[in-house]
């Protein structure tokens, strides 16, 4: 069982910059694609970014393409998410999360399809 624990969030100004980090103990992560979660206050948790194990392809909602980027360590233990120009709406508690299925190229967007996720780290974001 791989356990997964995220940092890096905090309180910013509409504009400034963070860096998320996912780091795993238990299993290594490098035969899995992974994914980024948020889920704001009365929100459903929506899809955020995923990169596959390879670290080949990654995919992002529209809402944070050319602010976010997902990027994954040589070792692939850890996972980041680094997040530019951040927005109030971009305020949410953030989850990293791995998917079930290993040595895949599809990166899902449904959260039934990862099988361990983190605690969460908060981000947010004031006007």
């Known amino acids: 069982q791989v356990q997964l624990v995220e940092s890096g969030g905090g309180l910013v100004q509409a504009g400034g910059s963070l860096r998320l980090s996912c780091a795993a103990s238990?299993?290594?992560?490098?035969?899995?694609?992974m994914g980024w979660f948020r889920q704001a206050p009365g929100k459903e948790r929506e899809f955020v970014a995923g990169?596959?194990?390879?670290?080949?392809?990654?995919v992002y909602t529209d809402s944070v393409k050319g602010r976010f980027t997902i990027a994954r360590d040589n070792g692939k233990t850890t996972l980041y998410l680094q997040m530019n120009s951040l927005q109030p709406e971009d305020t949410a508690l953030y989850y990293c999360?791995?998917?079930?299925?290993?040595?895949?190229?599809?990166?899902?967007?449904?959260?039934?399809?990862?099988?361990?996720w983190g605690q969460g780290t908060q981000v947010t974001v004031s006007s």
């Open positions: 999360a791995k998917m079930s299925t290993p040595f895949t190229t599809v990166i899902p967007t449904k959260g039934n399809a990862y099988d361990s």
């Open positions: 238990g299993r290594t992560l490098s035969r899995y694609t």
């Open positions: 990169i596959t194990w390879t670290g080949g392809l990654a």
